[in-house]
């Protein structure tokens, strides 16, 4: 299960570009708060903040508890962090979109693929781990969603390969990828051809 993490926002009043860059140059960063029954709710977070908390995160789909003040008062949100974007440069976060949740009802989510242990067929045949599907999107309810996803490739000889299907069950959640997408596959070592002699060579 993915861990919750609380994280404050605050309500934003103004709109526009202006706006947006008073935000920053608070050292803050501008966000949205949408989902099914929820009215779309402009924010902003503190920039040390949310730069914390990716930073210690495996992926950007993070289950977080919005504390949101608002004119003085507060209210807490269950959201998804949904998509962050990044500076394409200094890959500086500009803005974060929050899916509002229900502890009640499914929701859909990107979740990051990781290898573990060392596949047979690197460590005896030289062959190369290659890892085709980076996440895969998956339904259930918040309190199964997944930090990350497992997958122990020690068994994989060469020229094996790892599907969807063979994705690790886990309780309350179902892989929304086709059964047949490879995953990990061993490939067989390059074999460099060696020069052929040059025509008229000297022989022995």
């Known amino acids: 299960m ?17 706006a947006v860059k008073k935000v920053k140059a608070a050292q803050a960063v501008p966000a949205i708060l949408y989902g099914s029954g929820v009215e779309p709710t ?5 920039r040390r903040a949310i730069d914390t908390l990716l930073a210690h995160a495996v992926g950007e789909n993070i289950l977080v508890n919005l504390e949101i003040e608002d004119g003085g008062k507060s209210g807490g949100r269950l959201a998804l962090i949904n998509e962050v974007q990044h500076h394409p ?10 899916q509002a949740v229900s502890m009640n009802e499914t929701l ?11 596949a047979v067929g690197v460590k005896t045949g030289g062959g190369l ?8 999107e998956v339904e259930c309810l ?11 490739v020690s068994n994989l000889e060469l020229g094996s390969a790892l599907h969807v299907s063979d994705l690790p069950a886990l309780p309350g959640v179902k892989y929304l990828a ?13 074999v ?13």
Request: glycine share 4%.
């Open 192 to 204: 460099t051809e060696e020069a052929a002699p040059t025509e008229g060579a000297a022989t022995e």
């Open 89 to 98: 440069v200094n890959q500086a976060v500009l803005h974060v979109d929050f």
């Open 142 to 152: 918040p309190k199964d969603l997944p930090e990350k996803i497992s997958v122990d």
């Open 108 to 118: 859909v989510a990107e979740v990051v693929i990781e290898p573990t242990g060392e």
């Open 178 to 190: 086709e059964c047949e997408v490879t995953v990990f596959l061993v490939s067989e070592p390059k």
């Open 129 to 136: 781990l290659e890892q085709s599907l980076r996440s895969v």
């Open 42 to 46: 402009p924010l902003q977070l503190e």
């Open 2 to 18: 993915s861990n919750q993490v609380s994280l404050k926002a605050t309500r934003r009043t103004a709109m526009g570009r202006n």
